[in-house]
């Protein structure tokens, strides 16, 4: 996909979960792996209006290149790709199901929301918690970059998502399902429900394998 089809990818995703409500103000961030480098949503950016010609462009070791500055949160989406190098895009919110299961203290935090349909087992999979850090802190980077290799999706606590996929439509549509099923899981909450087994989740894997 050429940089221009990119950036438009962008702008159409990001206003698309700004009008739903998924991403408010000039949180959240995106952003899409290209030939050169990377392209990223600009720092303090509503995602709902977004200007194709000033998000940022990154050289390979992650440089600003040219647009306005990429998101403050740049190093979260770089840690990932590190681990990641097959996925291509990454969306991170602060989403507000997501972020109410991150502050829950029962929650698991090698699995913060169970198994409770198909499409979220196989679009997101287990889910991890990353302890709190405060805003900024580089050292959040670093327990990202722990878990990233294994997770395609992790929960960062008192904050929210970051999803990573093979495309940006496949990371919208993860960062979707877990926003939903984040809703469900607090629906259900405390009304003990009945999730997928392992042996249904064994063969959900084996059919439709996330690569
Ligand atoms: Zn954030």
């Not at 500055?69 to 291509?88: G, N």
């Amino acid at each position: 996909m050429s940089d221009a089809s990119l950036r438009e990818e962008i702008v159409l995703f990001g206003k698309s979960l700004f009008d739903r409500g998924l991403t408010m103000g000039s949180s959240g961030n995106i952003s899409v792996r290209t030939d050169e480098g990377w392209l990223m949503t600009p720092t303090n950016a509503c995602l709902g209006r977004l200007d194709p010609a000033r998000i940022s462009r990154l050289d390979q070791d992650g440089r600003h290149l040219d647009g306005d500055k990429p998101t403050k949160e740049s190093f979260l989406h770089m840690a990932v790709y590190a681990e990641r190098p097959k996925d291509q895009a990454i969306v991170h919110l602060h989403s507000t199901h997501s972020v109410a299961v991150s502050c829950l203290p029962d929650i698991d935090p090698c699995n913060c929301i169970p198994p409770l349909t198909a499409y979220y087992v196989m679009r997101v999979g287990r889910l991890p918690l990353v302890p709190y850090h405060v805003p900024g802190d580089m050292a959040l980077g670093d327990a990202v970059r722990g878990l990233a290799g294994k997770h395609s999706a992790v929960l960062l606590a008192n904050h929210g998502p970051v999803v990573a996929a093979k495309s940006l439509e496949a990371a919208v549509y993860a960062t979707e399902e877990l926003e939903e099923t984040a809703k469900l899981y607090l629906l259900l909450h405390g009304k003990n429900p009945r999730c997928l087994s392992e042996e249904q989740i064994e063969v959900l894997n084996a059919r439709f394998p996330k690569g």
